[in-house]
């Protein structure tokens, strides 16, 4: 049975700028690559599956993003998900500096959505919309 969460895969139209933005913050280049074939039309479950790939690991070890671009098939845009939208919802991450975190998503035009909360004295928090219109919540424990 399950041992451990191994990561969240999220589909980017630019993976450079988001391997900019989330090593900015903090995340490290675990690898990257590019597959395609037939294990990974298997795999996926897409015929003739073809993506750069990069797996960005947080400072701890603990957690990891795999960001993939497509190239064939080609990518198709969705809606920026929403909080309340059902389904794949966002990527949390716990941040020591919650301003100097903001500074560093700002410079790649990410802002918070309403400003920053602050959640029973215990956590400042906040959620900005990241490349490829990610939802990232940033929260500092106090």
């Known amino acids: 049975?399950?041992?451990?969460?191994?990561?969240?895969?999220?589909?980017?139209?630019?993976?450079?700028?988001?391997?900019?933005?989330?090593?900015?913050?903090?995340?490290?280049i675990e690898g990257r690559d590019t597959v395609s074939g037939t294990w990974a039309d298997t795999a996926v479950g897409l015929d003739g599956n073809h993506a750069m790939i990069a797996v960005l690991t947080t400072p701890?070890?603990?957690?990891?993003?795999?960001?993939?671009?497509?190239?064939?098939?080609a990518a198709r845009a969705t809606p920026p998900t929403e909080p309340h939208d059902i389904g794949m919802h966002r990527v949390a991450l716990a941040v020591d500096d919650l301003d100097a975190a903001l500074d560093v998503a700002a410079r790649h035009g990410c802002h918070p959505l309403r400003g920053v909360a602050n959640?029973?004295?215990?956590?400042?928090?906040?959620?900005?919309?990241g490349p490829s219109g990610i939802l990232v919540m940033l929260a500092q424990k106090l």
Do not use: C, K, W
């Open 1 to 28: 049975m399950v041992t451990r969460l191994d990561n969240v895969g999220i589909a980017v139209e630019d993976i450079d700028a988001a391997i900019a933005f989330f090593t900015d913050l903090g995340l490290s």
């Open 119 to 129: 959640y029973q004295d215990m956590y400042r928090l906040t959620y900005v919309r």
């Open 60 to 73: 701890d070890g603990h957690g990891r993003i795999e960001l993939m671009q497509y190239l064939h098939p």
